[in-house]
């Protein structure tokens, strides 16, 4: 069985991201955060958190 939002676990794994500054980005605690990832949600707020995941790992590549 597929886990809800997937993609977006996939994605904060692979640019190397702790959730807690994914969700800080996003305005949540990264309890909040974790518990919104349970359930599948909208294009909308998925495309925001791609990218958030974006900007936070250009961020992680400038300071190297």
Known sequence: M???????R????E?????YLVAN???LSDG???RLLRFEISK???EKIFKI???LKQN????V
Do not use: H, M, P, S
């Open 25 to 27: 980005a996003y305005g």
């Open 15 to 19: 640019a190397n991201l702790k959730y």
């Open 53 to 55: 995941i974006e900007d």
């Open 60 to 63: 992680q590549a400038d300071k």
């Open 2 to 8: 597929k886990r809800a939002n997937e993609d977006i």
């Open 10 to 13: 996939k994605a904060i794994v």
């Open 44 to 46: 909308d707020k998925k």
């Open 32 to 34: 909040n955060f974790t």
